[in-house]
């Protein structure tokens, strides 16, 4: 079993930054590919991006490519997602995922889930 807990979540102004933190648990993270998912009020769950488990490669939703970046630290179990130029549509909870398997594909589902981090931005 693999536990995901998130961080970093909070209020900012539309143009400002923020970095989310997604800490894993076991002996195996360097196997698993992450990702980022967001759910707005009344929206559908949303793939913002995943990164694959040696951290070269990556898979970004258009609606944040540019502005957004992932990245793995697997020497500390850990996931980030910075996240700049905010804009008030990247107002949801972000939930970190895991997949085992060393690439993520977009459409793919994954098998384990963080309980998610609120990121409100105003404008």
């Known amino acids: 079993q693999v536990q995901l807990v998130e961080s970093g979540g909070g209020l900012v102004q539309a143009g400002g930054s923020l970095r989310l933190s997604c800490a894993v648990s076991?002996?195996?993270?360097?196997?698993?590919?992450m990702a980022w998912f967001r759910q707005a009020p009344g929206k559908e769950r949303e793939f913002v991006v995943a990164?694959?488990?040696?951290?070269?490669?990556?898979n970004y939703a258009d609606s944040v490519k540019g502005r957004f970046t992932i990245s793995r630290d697997n020497a500390k179990n850990t996931v980030y997602l910075q996240m700049n130029n905010l804009k008030p549509e990247d107002t949801a909870v972000y939930h970190c995922?895991?997949?085992?398997?060393?690439?993520?594909?977009?459409?793919?589902?994954?098998?384990?889930w963080g309980q998610g981090t609120q990121v409100t931005v105003s404008s």
């Open positions: 076991g002996r195996t993270f360097r196997l698993y590919s």
């Open positions: 990164i694959g488990g040696s951290g070269t490669s990556t």
């Open positions: 995922a895991s997949r085992y398997g060393r690439t993520w594909a977009n459409a793919d589902e994954p098998d384990y």
